[in-house]
């Protein structure tokens, strides 16, 4: 039973413009959101998080926003860059559960020059 | 600088036989180490949890005679795929989360595993 889903498996977006992955969740208890950006052949590489508390979080042109309600959490990266080229993971922290990590899926960001 | 160090990034080995990839966290304890299994184009599999002196708990699913894990220490947890067949070719990847105030978890480089 996948509790975290990424349903666009890619994303293609040009040079300078936004590009927005979206990921779903299913589990109320998750309190720790993260994204984690993975090149071919490499291990994921922390992005940015948010903890439940918040509904946004920025960091340089990256930008994670939660909306619990709808148990839905995006990342905007604004400018969009060629090396952002990329397979961009969600992933899910259950804190009461101790430190399993819970995946989506992936999507595949292409950034187009 | 990587947190977290797996060896060997890449190997190749033939039908039968066992290969050991190793797991460490440089600079921190990790009483928990995960290991996961990503197959093409699809999301990181979570294999098992390995803790620090005691039997790993796997998934559902994931042989725990075919896939053995230790833990023998606070920085080191090895994942030995015995017997390897093909299908077991895969990227096999380490984490570790960090103990402090905010939860995180460092991933290794991965290793490659071709079984020929």
């Known amino acids: 039973d996948q509790q975290v889903k990424q349903n666009s498996p890619s994303l293609s977006v040009q040079e300078g413009r936004i590009s927005i992955l979206n990921c779903d969740y299913t589990?109320?208890?998750?309190?720790?959101f993260l994204w984690y950006k993975k090149y071919p052949a490499e291990g994921p590489t922390f992005l940015i998080s948010?903890?439940?508390?918040?509904d946004k979080n920025e960091d340089g042109r990256f930008t994670v926003f939660l909306n619990k309600s709808a148990k839905h959490l995006s990342l905007h990266i604004v400018p969009s860059q060629p090396g952002d080229s990329a397979v961009y993971f969600c992933?899910?922290?259950?804190?009461?559960?101790?430190?399993?990590?819970?995946f989506g899926t992936g999507t595949s960001l292409t950034v187009i020059p | 600088g990587a947190v977290v160090s797996q060896h060997p990034s890449r190997v190749i080995c033939k039908s039968g036989t066992s290969v050991k990839i190793e797991c460490r966290s440089l600079?921190?304890?990790?009483?928990?180490m995960f290991w996961y299994r990503q197959f093409p184009k699809q999301s990181l599999m979570l294999m098992a949890t390995?803790?620090?002196?005691?039997?790993?708990?796997?998934e559902q699913g994931v042989e725990k005679d075919k896939f053995l894990i230790n833990h023998a220490s606070l920085t080191l947890s090895t994942l030995t795929v015995t017997s390897a067949h093909p299908e077991d070719s895969s990227f096999y990847i380490c984490?570790?989360?960090?103990?402090?105030?905010?939860?995180?978890?460092?991933f290794g480089q991965g290793t490659r595993l071709t079984v020929v």
């Open positions: 984490s570790a989360t960090r103990p402090g105030p905010r939860v995180e978890a460092f």
């Open positions: 589990n109320s208890m998750f309190d720790y």
């Open positions: 948010i903890s439940s508390i918040k």
């Open positions: 992933a899910a922290v259950h804190g009461y559960t101790g430190n399993q990590f819970y």
């Open positions: 600079d921190f304890q990790a009483t928990t």
């Open positions: 390995s803790n620090e002196g005691s039997k790993a708990t796997y």
